[in-house]
């Protein structure tokens, strides 16, 4: 648990190509942050091989839950979709859990591509803002998800970052 050390990771995924589908941050064990990730790729193929040796150098424990082919995902009908609704789920989620006021919230979007979140939060990794909490799911179109993270540390340099997060970003909400 340090500043930074989620963007590692995603730094050693995008060098290999590795895209990121879905991300949850779990609780803290001591000094260790738990993350679940979804990643496109199958554990028998060189790039993902390599990325799981370099994490392991970098001292990040993994544990390969499954990999599994890639299923055919068709769309909902696009008129479905409604931003709000999912920001309102968000909500919800945050409030359910141990609420600190000292903490920022952010919810995004980002489109389906390698190194998106990756450059998303590099913003937050030069300035030493330690993530909390982060989230993604599916928005409900083609190749775009919906994230949401929390940060307690670097509250003053906050705004700089998540103007940085906004050129990265169709849509960036507060909550």
């Not at 050390?5 to 590795?18: G, H, M």
Request: charge should be negative; include cysteine; proline fraction near 4%.
């Amino acid at each position: 648990d340090r500043p930074g050390s989620l963007f590692t990771v995603l730094d050693i995924l995008q060098e290999r190509k590795i895209n990121l589908t879905k991300i949850k941050s779990f609780g803290r064990s001591g000094v260790d942050v738990a993350f679940f990730m979804s990643l496109q790729g199958h554990q028998r193929e060189l790039p993902f091989n390599n990325a799981l040796t370099r994490l392991s150098d970098e001292g990040v424990k993994v544990k390969m839950l499954g990999s599994y082919p890639r299923s055919l995902y068709k769309a909902p009908d696009s008129s479905s979709w409604d931003m709000e609704y999912t920001i309102e789920q968000l909500k919800n989620d945050i409030l359910n859990g141990v609420h600190d006021p000292d903490k920022i919230t952010v919810a995004f979007t980002l489109v389906d591509k390698v190194g998106a979140l990756r450059h998303a939060l590099e913003p937050f990794a030069r300035r030493e803002i330690n993530l909390t909490e982060i989230d993604s799911r599916p928005t409900g179109r083609l190749g775009e998800y919906i994230f949401y993270l929390s940060f307690v540390n670097g509250v003053e340099h906050s705004k700089h970052a998540l103007d940085e997060l906004e050129q990265h970003c169709e849509k960036v909400v507060l909550l």
